[in-house]
């Protein structure tokens, strides 16, 4: 079992920069792959970022390429999404999910077995 908890939205004008945390309960994190999912009003939930167990290996989608990293620590149980030049469209609740199976960077969120309560970021033009 994994619990996950994420923390560090909120309000930031475009151009603006935040950094998401998720902190994990149990003692499987380090062995799971995690992403981060987002949510807007209306919209599926769609894939933001992945990384593997180990760190080594990530993904993004296109449309946060370059300006969004993911990256993790897992003395810490925790993995972040910085995220930059925000943009109005980033607006959404961004939930993060853990794969039990920890070398996969799997972009569909039905392939994750734990996942947050998710956090709010908004970002005005």
């Known amino acids: 079992q994994v619990q996950l908890v994420e923390s560090g939205g909120g309000l930031v004008q475009a151009g603006g920069s935040l950094r998401l945390s998720c902190a994990a309960s149990?003692?499987?994190?380090?062995?799971?792959?995690m992403g981060w999912f987002r949510q807007a009003p209306g919209k599926e939930r769609e894939f933001v970022a992945a990384i593997i167990w180990s760190g080594v290996n990530t993904s993004y989608a296109d449309s946060v390429k370059g300006r969004f990293t993911i990256s993790r620590d897992n003395a810490k149980n925790t993995v972040y999404l910085q995220m930059n030049s925000l943009k109005p469209e980033d607006t959404a609740v961004y939930y993060c999910?853990?794969?039990?199976?920890?070398?996969?960077?799997?972009?569909?969120?039905?392939?994750?077995?734990?996942w947050g309560q998710g956090t709010q970021v908004t970002v005005s033009s």
């Open positions: 149990g003692r499987t994190f380090s062995r799971c792959a």
């Open positions: 999910a853990a794969d039990s199976q920890g070398w996969n960077l799997y972009r569909i969120y039905e392939y994750y077995d734990y």
